[in-house]
Nanobody, 122 residues
């Protein structure tokens, strides 16, 4: 099994930046890629971004393109989500996820971290 722990969440004003981190441990040898999802109160979970461990493949939901950047460090078994130009609509609990499948489609992620809160004030 794979254990995931997110960090870096917090409170920031609109237009500000945050960098989330997700550290993976356990049976990480089976992981192909990592992703970020988010869920706001009363909303369904939403895919945000994903990346292969090698960094050769990545994808983003349209609403964060140009503002968020996902990156990976396979040596540290850590993935990051740099969030710039934050908007109140970005407020949510952000979850890290892992996939052992050879793809980055949202439905392929099966391991999850406990989440970290991101709050963007207006």
């Amino acid at each position: 099994q794979v254990q995931l722990v997110e960090s870096g969440g917090g409170l920031v004003q609109a237009g500000g930046s945050l960098r989330l981190s997700c550290a993976a441990s356990g049976r990480t040898f089976s992981v192909y890629g990592m992703g970020w999802f988010r869920q706001a109160p009363g909303q369904e979970r939403e895919f945000v971004a994903a990346i292969s461990w090698s960094g050769s493949r990545s994808k983003y939901v349209d609403s964060v393109k140009g503002r968020f950047t996902i990156s990976s460090d396979s040596a540290k078994k850590t993935v990051y989500l740099q969030m710039n130009s934050l908007k109140p609509e970005d407020t949510a609990v952000y979850y890290c996820a892992a996939t052992t499948s050879l793809g980055l489609e949202p439905g392929q992620f099966g391991s999850w971290g406990p989440g970290t809160q991101v709050t963007v004030s207006s």
